[in-house]
């Protein structure tokens, strides 16, 4: 099956500060989707972005479909940032079929 | 507008029993589709439920079963546990169109004992 790697696996940040996180995947795939799942477990759809590039507030996400990888960007960090971010990627029929990666886990300081 | 709903939040059973998890969708969306994460890792799929049909499935024993009714909300069973069932459990939903946007409910924490 398709392999996700996300790096890097932890992150610390002051609040303020400005970072990237990359996902690649091992094949070709029509569905990418970034996640944050907060200290409480609750996972949020941050963007369903199977190629291209979106923006929605203080994150704008790339993906380079051709190159097979994506990369989230965070500006202006805050602590309510903290958590897990996934990428979660898709190529089969079944089009709720995510494979996620391991995560990069976030921790925003004051 | 609610959001993907999930009961029970907890859930403690022990070896050898049965459980049945509950997921009610997203007003308007047809699709649902059940995640297991172990602590520590990514959430795995389970199952996707369109439209009461099962559209696909994850490399998940027969223990684990799951349907949809005309309300499209979801039943997710798993029989004879196992102490490695222990997990969240993750329910999504989506239109069921192309863009296959998932939207996550808080999940229910199962544990066996």
């Known amino acids: 099956g398709i392999q996700v790697e996300q790096s890097p696996p932890d992150l610390i940040l002051q609040e303020g500060a400005n970072s990237t996180l990359r996902c690649n995947f091992s094949d070709s795939v029509n569905n990418l989707q970034w996640f944050h799942q907060n200290p409480w477990g609750q996972l949020i759809n941050l963007f369903y972005?199977?190629?291209g590039t979106k923006q929605n507030g203080r994150l704008s996400a790339t993906t380079v479909a051709t190159e097979r990888y994506s990369l989230l960007y965070i500006s202006s960090s805050q602590t309510t940032d903290s958590g897990v971010y996934f990428c979660?990627?898709?190529?089969?029929?079944?089009?709720?079929?995510?494979?996620f990666g391991t995560g990069t886990r976030l921790q925003v300081t004051l | 507008d609610a959001g993907v709903t999930q009961s029970p939040t907890h859930l403690i059973k022990t070896r050898g029993q049965h459980v049945t998890l509950r997921c009610s969708p997203i007003?308007?969306?047809?699709?649902v589709s059940w995640y297991q994460q172990v602590l520590g890792q990514g959430p795995q799929f389970i199952f996707q439920?369109?439209?009461?049909?099962?559209?696909g499935r994850g490399n998940f024993p027969d223990r684990f079963s799951a349907r949809q009714f005309p309300n499209y909300s979801s039943e997710l069973n798993v029989n004879a546990l196992l102490l490695g069932d222990s997990a969240l459990y993750l329910c999504?939903?989506?239109?069921?169109?192309?863009?296959?946007?998932?939207?996550f409910g808080s999940g229910t924490q199962l544990s066996v004992l």
């Open positions: 979660a990627v898709g190529n089969t029929g079944t089009a709720s079929k995510l494979t």
């Open positions: 999504a939903s989506s239109l069921g169109g192309q863009e296959e946007k998932l939207f």
């Open positions: 439920y369109y439209e009461k049909e099962e559209r």
């Open positions: 007003s308007g969306h047809k699709s």
């Open positions: 972005i199977p190629s």
